[in-house]
């Protein structure tokens, strides 16, 4: 069965940071992309940033590029975001989806497996 947990979300003011975190059990880290997702209360899931099978592609949306970094460690079967210079628009429900392509995506369709989310709150 796999399973993609995030934590690490939590209550941060305008201009801190955080780091989540998405453990992954059930399948074969290594050879899938990761991605992040999030959805803030009555919008749409949007894309945040993907990291390939290896760690050696990365691509980030526009509107947190150059705030967040996204890593990951497939000895711990973990993939990490560092978001930094959180704004309170980044509130938001995030989630990490693992894509078995292996090279990433910002298509939510191209993702096999989800995790529940963890919960990013901004406040100004």
């Known amino acids: 069965q796999v399973q993609l947990v995030e934590s690490g979300g939590g209550l941060v003011q305008a201009g801190g940071s955080l780091r989540l975190s998405c453990a992954a059990s059930?399948?074969?880290?290594?050879?899938?992309?990761m991605g992040w997702f999030r959805q803030a209360p009555g919008k749409e899931r949007e894309f945040v940033a993907t990291i390939s099978w290896g760690g050696h592609r990365t691509y980030y949306a526009e509107i947190v590029k150059g705030r967040f970094t996204i890593s990951r460690d497939n000895a711990k079967k973990t993939v990490y975001p560092q978001m930094n210079s959180l704004k309170p628009e980044d509130t938001a429900v995030y989630s990490c989806?693992?894509?078995?392509?292996?090279?990433?995506?910002?298509?939510?369709?191209?993702?096999?497996?989800w995790g529940q989310g963890t919960q990013v709150t901004v406040s100004s």
């Open positions: 059930g399948l074969t880290f290594s050879s899938h992309a």
């Open positions: 989806a693992a894509d078995s392509g292996g090279l990433g995506s910002t298509a939510p369709y191209e993702y096999d497996y």
